[in-house]
């Protein structure tokens, strides 16, 4: 993400987008809503709680997560499972160019024959014969 690293209790360190991606498996894989500390808890108590509380508010900021007041803390929810992120990043991506048409064009003239079916096959439109 950033390339900075994040340095746990231990000294251990990790690239800041390893930890949220482990934050972000950690909430899917999860029943309900966590809060940092339930957070902190789960990844092993390595790191420093205002560490874990500034990875969530980030990857809130970010739209990844949702949170609601819990007590005197937020607990935090993903916006969407994995498939659903992906999705989210490759809109972002559709929507930070301006010509969509260009962007979307060269997209499915480079996907492979088998995902252009695919896409075909959910746009409900039918792929004509030798693709």
């Known amino acids: 993400m950033n390339g900075q690293d994040v340095s746990g209790v231990g000294g ?3 690239p800041v987008g390893a930890l949220e991606d482990e934050v972000l498996v950690l909430l899917q894989s999860g029943r309900g809503p966590l ?3 339930e957070v902190l808890e789960k990844l092993g108590g390595t790191l420093a709680y205002s560490t874990v509380v500034t990875v969530l508010s980030r990857m809130h900021d970010k ?3 949702s949170r609601a007041k819990q007590g005197r803390a937020y607990a935090y929810t993903p916006v969407a499972d994995g498939h659903g992120l ?3 990043r490759m809109r972002q991506v559709l929507e930070s160019d301006p010509d969509r048409e260009a962007v979307l ?4 003239e480079n996907l492979p ?3 252009e079916r695919l896409l075909r096959r959910l746009l409900g439109t039918d792929l004509p014969e030798g693709r």
Do not use: Q
Request: glycine letters at 16%.
């Open 63 to 65: 739209g990844l997560l």
């Open 35 to 37: 809060t940092p500390g």
């Open 113 to 115: 024959p088998g995902d």
């Open 12 to 14: 251990e360190r990790r």
């Open 86 to 88: 992906t999705a989210r």
């Open 105 to 108: 064009s060269r997209f499915v």
